[in-house]
């Protein structure tokens, strides 16, 4: 019987938060990626409904034997594809294409090969430098790409977009989250794009300061837009959008944009962000600013250790999100408030803390 739920990328963000909400449910996961899924509870290797295997999406069958991978497809009702590189490192697609192109491609035979449906999780970002609306029906408008990633995730769709439009192909969905933070983070999270990034960053500059004496430290500027806003959105309500939308058949051939109703402004983010310091720590500055008064030796040092993510502070793309709201209802995927962000903030400091002591 045809029961089990597939995850590729089950180890990364929203992997884990999915795995999760399909384990409670009782629902057998298999779990494809290069290391096991670590979850939460007191024995997290060790559920009865997990069964994990060591795959590559960028190679043919995720580089499982012909065997296991029979075994897989006569099992698969359902086939999620998180698996993607997404840092920001490279600035044109060519070395994202193993795992963000042909890593979809891998994905798609699987699920035609099990007969099952294919839910694609990409990202809103492949509108690009889109400043305008930016509609689920929308993927080509002439946009250009901040970053490999981007550009790797477009190509990555419009594959998928053909392959929708074949006769045979088994039902597709195509997901865009926002930018997704961890409700829950951990120390590690400081290596992921999202405010954790900066937190981690303005937290360790404010360390060395202290280290060397310096008991008063300067808020530091960030260059960034007070008036923009930033599509966050957090992992667990990503997680539920995905099951709710992946148990209703008429998902397929749709496209959703898993936003919130509302972004989050940079100005509550910036507020946020201090509230988890305790204190003025940092603050958004524009251009005009920054011209007037340089910046100091450790605004420097930030910017140089965030550059690849200074083009997402500055943004007026608005993501629709009608399909959701059809679909899932306008209650689906909530817009972060002030206070859970900065109870997010807090927790990851907090761990971060906890790591630093001996």
């Known amino acids: 019987m045809k029961e089990h739920i597939v995850i590729t990328g089950a180890s990364g963000l929203v992997g884990r938060a999915l795995l999760s909400k399909y384990l409670a449910q009782g629902c057998p996961v298999i779990a494809l990626c290069r290391k096991p899924p670590i979850l939460t509870g007191p024995d997290p290797a060790s559920h009865p409904l997990l069964f994990w295997h060591w ?7 995720l580089g499982l034997d012909p065997v296991t991978y029979a075994e897989i497809c006569a099992k698969t009702q359902l086939v999620f594809h998180l698996a993607a590189r997404t840092d920001f490192k490279d ?57 490999g990633y981007e550009e790797s995730k477009f190509l990555g769709e419009s594959f998928l977009h053909g392959a929708m439009a074949a006769p045979s192909s088994v039902p597709i969905t195509i997901h865009r989250p926002g930018i997704v933070v961890e409700r829950n983070p951990s120390a590690g999270s400081g290596k992921t794009f999202g405010p954790f990034l900066f937190l981690d960053a303005v937290a360790r500059l404010r360390d060395s300061a202290e280290a060397k004496g310096n008991t008063t430290l300067p808020v530091l500027r960030v260059q960034g837009n007070r008036q923009a806003h930033l599509p966050l ?12 939308l992946a148990a209703q058949p008429e998902s397929g051939g749709q496209v959703f944009q898993l936003v919130a109703p509302q972004p989050v402004s940079n100005e509550l983010l910036e507020d946020a962000f201090n509230e988890a310091f305790g204190q003025p720590a940092a603050r958004f500055a524009g251009d005009e600013e920054f011209s007037h008064q340089p910046a100091n030796p450790l605004e420097a040092l930030l910017a140089r250790k965030t550059t690849p993510y200074a083009a997402y502070l500055d943004l007026s793309v608005r993501f629709t999100r009608r399909n959701l709201n059809s679909l899932a209802g306008a209650k689906m995927l909530p817009t972060p408030t002030r206070a859970e962000l900065t109870r997010a903030f807090q927790a990851f400091l907090a761990a971060r803390s906890q790591r630093k002591a001996p």
């Open 91 to 147: 600035a044109t697609a060519a070395s994202y294409l193993p795992v963000n192109l042909a890593g979809v491609e891998h994905a798609l035979a699987l699920a035609q090969e099990a007969k099952a449906p294919l839910h694609h999780v990409s990202t809103a970002f492949v509108c690009g430098d889109w400043s305008n609306e930016f509609r689920e029906i929308d993927l080509d408008l002439g946009q250009h790409f901040r970053n």
């Open 233 to 244: 959105i957090f992992d667990d309500a990503v997680a539920d959008a995905l099951v709710r």
């Open 55 to 61: 795959a590559d999406v960028s190679l043919p069958r």
